[in-house]
């Protein structure tokens, strides 16, 4: 049973759709508490509900949030609803029309209209994403129904589970105006030990990110990292199967094949594929002496000069992508790619330069020498 790995994987496990599962973690929950609490200050929640653990990074990523929402009005939609089923109890049932009319009465950025077709399809996006991860229950209808005709009725029932999707806070955030004051909420119960502050945030970096980098505002905990590697190395080798790499300027925990911990690096899709091929092409251009690798093992270029390798890397290995990406313009292939490397943290853009991350070179890809000599026909 990998119960560290499913409690950090997942937001929680709730009794009502896996019981099984729901009981084995409860069960074993005591081998992975101490670490949870002690080395990352994370809180665990056990009720009939769910199990939960508290999970917030050290810093916040590009790749943090919730993946289905892509416009700011849905997250604004499904705070509402947490707030609407504040008032519900467990295995209260209500009706589409009920939840609208609420939203229609508490937003007040704009006038919403369910006549018009876009606010609608926001809110079912929202909606199934809350019934996805157990927060509601479809009882009767469909929400497509909805999309069609902002008359039509669908019944739910509330979980009971949407008071534990928040972050319960010691503190009174009202007067909270940036992300950076939730922040330093975080560490206000434990400020008093500057050690245990560092310890947690240095674990948390280690497990929630894509890799730790030494630099004047971080020189303290990546001492931590260099001075404890061993001591690190061998508690979370018990736990779960990693390796930590601690490089002059990085940290790395790499995880074994069979390991899965929320998003990882390399995912199972043509996109990261196409990105494990760039950082090939980036170690060939360093090889070359065609790009070079700062002081700090970082890599500064000019968007143009980013913008070739990506070029390259459609050009020389385009045949062997999926259609999606075999027939994207370069424009569209830039940005996508882009994107997705600016999402992991793998780069970052100031003003018409591009910085590389260490990350990049700690994992390439390429495809067989046999692919390529038939012209990407894999015979």
């Given at each position: ?7 950090l994987e997942?937001?929680?496990i ?17 081998t992975?508490?101490k ?10 929640i056990?009720?009939?509900y769910?199990?939960?653990v ?12 919730i993946?289905?929402f ?19 109890e ?7 029309s ?9 937003y ?6 369910w ?8 809110l ?26 902002d008359?039509?009725?669908?019944l ?35 400020n ?29 905990d990546?001492?931590?990292?260099r001075?404890?590697?061993n ?22 925990l ?19 594929d196409?990105?494990?091929l ?10 070359q ?42 424009g ?9 490397m ?8 100031e ?7 260490t ?21």
């Amino acid at each position: 049973m990998r119960a560290l790995e499913i409690l950090l994987e997942r937001r929680w496990i709730l009794k009502s759709r896996e019981k099984e599962l729901y009981y084995q973690i409860k069960d074993e929950l005591g081998t992975v508490k101490k670490f949870l609490m002690e080395k990352l200050g994370y809180q665990v929640i056990v009720n009939p509900y769910l199990v939960k653990v508290e999970k917030m990074p050290a810093t916040p990523e590009n790749w943090m949030g919730i993946q289905e929402f892509t416009r700011k009005i849905e997250y604004i939609f499904f705070c509402m609803i947490l707030m609407f089923l504040e008032e519900k109890e467990a295995e209260e049932q209500f009706v589409l029309s009920e939840l609208t009319e609420y939203i229609q009465g508490q937003y007040r950025e704009e006038q919403i209209d369910w006549t018009i077709y876009q606010y609608r399809r926001h809110l079912i996006k929202v909606i199934k994403y809350c019934v996805n991860c157990g927060i509601l229950n479809l009882n009767d209808g469909s929400e497509e129904n909805f999309a069609r005709d902002d008359t039509s009725e669908v019944l739910y029932e509330n979980t009971g589970v949407s008071r534990y999707f928040m972050k319960n806070f010691t503190q009174d955030i009202m007067g909270y105006t940036t992300p950076e004051d939730f922040e330093k909420q975080e560490w206000i119960d434990v400020n008093e030990d500057r050690g245990i502050v560092r310890r947690q945030r240095v674990y948390r970096k280690l497990l929630m990110t894509m890799g730790m980098y030494k630099s004047p505002e971080t020189e303290e905990d990546f001492a931590y990292v260099r001075n404890y590697r061993n001591m690190i190395q061998g508690e979370l080798s018990e736990l779960f199967d990693c390796e930590l790499h601690v490089h002059r300027t990085s940290a790395f925990l790499i995880l074994g094949e069979d390991c899965r911990m929320g998003k990882c690096f390399p995912e199972e899709n043509t996109l990261s594929d196409i990105v494990l091929l760039i950082h090939g092409i980036i170690s060939n251009w360093i090889q070359q002496g065609r790009i070079e690798v700062t002081v700090d093992e970082t890599i500064e270029i000019p968007k143009e000069k980013f913008r070739e390798i990506l070029e390259e890397c459609k050009e020389r290995y385009g045949k062997g992508f999926i259609k999606t990406y075999r027939e994207m313009t370069t424009g569209d292939f830039f940005e996508s790619v882009q994107r997705y490397m600016l999402e992991l943290g793998l780069i970052f853009l100031e003003k018409d330069i591009v910085r590389i991350r260490t990350a990049v070179g700690k994992i390439t890809g390429h495809y067989p020498k046999e692919f390529l000599e038939n012209g990407g026909r894999d015979e």
